[in-house]
């Protein structure tokens, strides 16, 4: 599943770079993550890496993304494939 970022979030600004995916960014209150580029970090590394630096332990499986992980590699592939030039 795509992860999502709680109303805990403290606007820290460390994970939005860590994001292998471009998939984190500035929303109108908190962070955001687009659940259409998060691939909880598969096919880049072994865990998510926003999890991984967040201070404040906001950051949480998306209920409403519900995802394999061969559905989230696939999400990967897809996503580095568009990216090619
Ligand atoms: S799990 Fe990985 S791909 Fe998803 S938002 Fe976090 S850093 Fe980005
Ligand atoms: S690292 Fe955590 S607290 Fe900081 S902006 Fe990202 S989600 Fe928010």
Redesign the pocket.
């Known amino acids: 599943m795509a992860l999502l ?1 709680t109303n805990e ?7 939005e770079p860590e994001c292998p995916n471009g998939a984190i960014s500035e929303g109108e209150t ?2 955001e993550i687009d659940p259409g580029l998060c691939t909880e970090c598969v096919g880049h590394h072994d865990e998510p890496q ?1 999890i991984r ?4 332990e ?2 949480v499986k998306d209920p409403d993304h519900a995802e394999t992980e061969e559905m989230l590699f696939q999400k990967y592939l897809r996503l580095t494939e568009a990216g090619r030039p």
């Open positions: 970022i979030c403290i606007n820290c600004d460390v994970c908190i962070y926003c630096v967040c201070p404040v906001c950051i």
